[in-house]
């Protein structure tokens, strides 16, 4: 049916298009490269299959990475100090800025140039430059890819997405550039991700105790060890559960184990949970603000005692929600070994230290002016 | 061409996975969370709840996108590599000459699923194809000149235009006949089962199930076709 006459220099071209794309675009190309790769002896320069459906950002591949938790000068490592967004932002970008290549992190200092921030020694001063950049780049989201990406490609990327009638979200953003650009995506997504962790309040009050940790465990009803996904709080029935930051209610149900639960999204790869609540205050779909009470605690599900069993996931991983609150940051920065954020047996099955909470904590609450849970002091309800 | 003519329908397969992907994840999500609540209800299954985290459901709600992927690009776009060509003088002595004309009667006559559907979403996938095409050769002209070649604005505006040109190109070129092949292939598929006596309804409905949800989801997000013009 086709006449023989696609011999010319123009579809030629088309098809070499084509081809080049299909390789850098689909996970049928990457296998091919693969196998390219493999057959010529030569180490394989793609992607993993399955990352060709993420867009490669707020992936759980990045929690993986080592990161300098940070914390604020002058407060001890005990605090769970809770930070205004921009400033909880501003020291996610650090802590992956101390982490990049040279070549990233002169151009973070020549953005800073731009901006009147002439050092980028402390999260203030990055929080300060992203502050700053936003008017230029739209959203933080694209401020903090022209931390790593550099403010031309940044620029660039959110004018294309906003040219498609998008809000420029990382996701958005990292289609609008070539594959090469991936490191950059991967650093700006780590930063926020962190950044929206470390403005996570608490969801009880703060000094309430602590029952069982993050970590390894022998589970307390099925005796086998398991890794214990989130923190138990100690809390008497009936106590108000405050939401720890904006979001919107992703799950409201009750299940056998979990009791009634309540999943928050809140942007950027972080989500919280809160689980065995004996009432939910919030349906599906519903959009909460920081502090807004969301259920009453309980004991429903498979639970020993009255508690909260509250839960913190990065990329869908689940870390402890501690480490973004000063608990486990070392005193020396920078830099450390690595994030201290992954689960880790804890060699003789038995529950983590539980942290004993701090008296500095409400102060350092009611200092950072965000929305903290409302004090009523230590509660000692066993678990 | 068959090579360049598959690797177009195939990007485009891809952009529509990538779509569906999210949808898959809430949908794994919901079951779950359902299958936990089962679970949980007999002390010998309780042990089992939670023990698919929420990481690996995302890596099963990507596994299944990318098997639906190559599912369809086994059952849709593989045909585009049986793409052939015939010079003047075999047009001409052929047994059956076939024209876009017959097919479209043939179409009119007999509109199975497989004739309808095909072409419809090789189209939708064409130009998805030819989108990312594009998006890929002015994001790298951009990259490569804005460092030291050209000044961002230029850069942007080169860009902007030789994206253009490579989407004209890749339509001009390989759209209408990615469109055509698959039609040729669905009729031939009809016609070959008829002979039989095999009712050409059914020939290639796993292809079709599969390939409309992704086009409908390209073309739901067509919108991105407005960054051409802007």
């Given at each position: 049916m086709f006449r023989a006459n696609s011999r010319g220099l123009f579809d030629f071209i088309a098809a070499a298009l084509c081809l080049w794309a299909a390789a850098w675009h689909t996970p049928v190309g990457a296998l091919v490269r693969g196998g390219v790769a493999k057959v010529v002896g030569r180490k394989g320069e793609g992607r993993p299959l399955l990352a060709y459906f993420s867009g490669g950002v707020y992936d759980a591949r990045e929690v993986d990475v080592p990161v300098v938790p940070v914390l604020p000068e002058?407060?001890?490592?005990?605090v769970l100090a809770v930070v205004p967004p921009g400033v909880a932002l501003g020291r996610g970008a650090f802590a992956v800025l101390q982490s990049q290549p040279a070549a990233v992190r002169a151009t973070a200092a020549a953005l800073g140039q731009r901006y009147d921030v002439s050092r980028l020694e402390a999260p203030d001063d990055v929080a300060t430059l992203v502050s700053r950049a936003k008017a230029d780049f739209v959203t933080d989201e694209g401020a903090v890819l022209a931390l790593f990406a550099g403010p031309e490609l940044a620029r660039y990327a959110v004018a294309r997405a906003q040219a498609e009638g998008r809000v420029p979200t990382l996701e958005v953003l990292s289609r609008q550039l070539p594959p090469g650009s991936a490191p950059f995506f991967s650093a700006a997504s780590q930063a926020l991700m962190f950044g929206t962790a470390y403005a996570l309040s608490w969801p009880?009050?703060?000094s309430t105790r602590v029952t069982s940790a993050f970590g390894y465990r022998t589970h307390p009803t099925l005796k086998t060890q398991q890794l214990h996904t989130g923190v138990d709080l100690s809390v008497p029935e009936g106590t108000p559960v405050k939401v720890v930051a904006d979001g919107v209610v992703k799950r409201a149900s009750e299940d056998a184990v979990n009791g009634r639960v309540i999943i928050i999204d809140h942007g950027r790869g972080v989500t919280t949970a809160y689980c065995?609540?004996?009432?939910?205050?919030v349906t599906m779909g519903q959009v909460v603000s920081a502090g807004q009470i969301i259920s009453e605690s309980g004991n429903t599900g498979r639970s020993t005692g009255p508690h909260l069993h509250y839960q913190v996931e990065l990329g869908r991983r689940p870390v402890d929600p501690f480490v973004f609150r000063?608990?486990?940051?070392?005193?020396?920065?920078?830099?450390?070994?690595?994030?201290?954020?992954l689960p880790a047996p804890s060699g003789d099955g038995a529950p983590a230290a539980a942290p004993r909470p701090s008296k500095a904590l409400k102060a350092a609450f009611e200092a950072a002016g965000a929305a903290p849970a409302e004090a009523d002091d230590a509660t000692e309800v066993p678990p | 061409m068959p090579v360049g003519l598959f690797a177009l329908v195939a990007i485009g397969v891809h952009a529509g996975a990538d779509l569906v992907d999210d949808r898959l994840l809430v949908l794994i999500d919901a079951l779950d969370a359902w299958a936990d609540g089962l679970l949980a209800r007999a002390e010998v299954t309780a042990?089992?709840?939670?023990?698919?985290g929420p990481l690996q459901r995302t890596v099963i709600a990507r596994l299944l996108a990318l098997g639906w992927e190559l599912s369809v690009d086994l059952l849709v776009v593989l045909p585009q590599l049986g793409y052939s060509e015939a010079d003047q003088a075999e047009q001409r002595f052929s047994f059956r000459r076939e024209t876009w004309r017959s097919l479209a009667a043939r179409v009119n006559r007999t509109p199975t699923p497989a004739r309808l559907v095909r072409p419809l979403v090789t189209a939708v996938f064409a130009g998805a194809g030819a989108y990312a095409v594009a998006r890929l050769v002015e994001s790298t002209l951009f990259v490569a000149l804005q460092t030291d070649v050209a000044p961002p604005e230029v850069a942007e505006a080169l860009a902007r235009v030789f994206g253009g040109l490579a989407m004209a190109l890749v339509l001009a070129s390989h759209g209408w006949r990615a469109v055509l092949r698959a039609l040729e292939h669905a009729d031939a598929a009809c016609e070959a089962n008829a002979r039989v006596?095999?009712?050409?309804?059914?020939?290639?409905l796993w292809g079709s199930v599969l390939s409309f949800p992704l086009a409908v989801a390209l073309v739901l997000e067509a919108q991105n076709l407005l960054a051409l013009v802007r």
């Open positions: 002058g407060l001890s490592p005990e009880v009050s703060p065995h609540n004996s009432r939910l205050l000063g608990r486990k940051a070392s005193a020396s920065l920078p830099p450390l070994p690595a994030l201290p954020a | 042990g089992w709840v939670d023990r698919v006596g095999k009712s050409p309804w059914v020939v290639g």
